[in-house]
């Protein structure tokens, strides 16, 4: 396995393929509690950063990878953070409703566009998600497609690049759905990208679902 720094808020530490993973909660509340500031990160893990410590504080945390870090495979991504397993990996997608019609009174409308989170190891059910969102909009099949959102518009909406976008700290405030897969994860904790490609953040399930008013949907 290459060397990477890793750092939990800031403090460096060296990747540890023989590292404990995080086995319970208890356990990820207590050193997420114990953390040190990250005066190192970029601006975008800051935005993160930001909006983590004001809806959970000191239950969340941050973790600074190699530049190579997507070159690996799940398995070393998940030993050099202490992951609890391969399945704790997540990431986070935009999509669009690209048949909605859209309301010129408001710059974003939030039943067009929604972020999703899923496992690395899971797929999106586009036919599942689909259906979730007709439940929370009451739109019909006919003006229901919806497709990862470009790059640019992500960015637009987030203010965050490729493999670095987190439902945490977004610019919009645009629904959020959660994999059902995600939230009977044990322990129920989750890892995904934070603001910029090198750094990575680790929250506690249930109180990202009740913070941010996610909604944990079956789409997979």
Not at 39 to 66: I, W
Not at 80 to 105: W, Y
Not at 130 to 150: F, M, N, P, Q
Not at 192 to 217: C, M, R, T, Y
Request: glycine share 6%; proline share 5%; hydrophobic share 40%.
């Amino acid at each position: 396995m290459p060397e990477s720094t890793v750092g939990t808020l800031g403090t460096q530490l060296m990747a540890d393929a023989n590292s404990e993973p995080i086995s319970t909660l208890d356990d990820f509340l207590f050193k997420a509690a114990t953390d040190a500031f990250p005066d190192n990160a970029p601006e975008g893990t800051m935005q993160v950063y930001r909006d983590a410590q004001s809806r959970l504080p000191k239950q969340c945390r941050f973790f600074h990878v190699a530049s190579d870090y997507y070159d690996w495979s799940y398995e070393q991504r998940a030993r050099v953070m202490g992951c609890p397993s391969t399945f704790h990996l997540c990431k986070t997608l935009i999509f669009e409703n690209t048949k909605f019609k859209q309301d010129e009174a408001k710059a974003v409308d939030e039943d067009r566009y929604w972020c999703i989170i899923v496992q690395y190891e899971g797929a999106v059910n586009i036919s599942k998600l689909e259906k979730a969102v007709r439940e929370r909009t009451g739109a019909s099949r006919k003006a229901t497609h919806l497709r990862i959102a470009s790059s640019e518009k992500s960015f637009e909406l987030t203010g965050f690049g490729n493999n670095a976008v987190s439902p945490v700290g977004m610019r919009t405030n645009i629904p959020i759905l959660i994999s059902k897969a995600v939230a009977e994860l044990s322990p129920p904790l989750f890892y995904l990208g934070a603001g910029h490609v090198d750094w990575k953040i680790a929250l506690p399930v249930q109180g990202f679902v009740e913070k941010w008013n996610a909604s944990i949907v079956d789409f997979c």
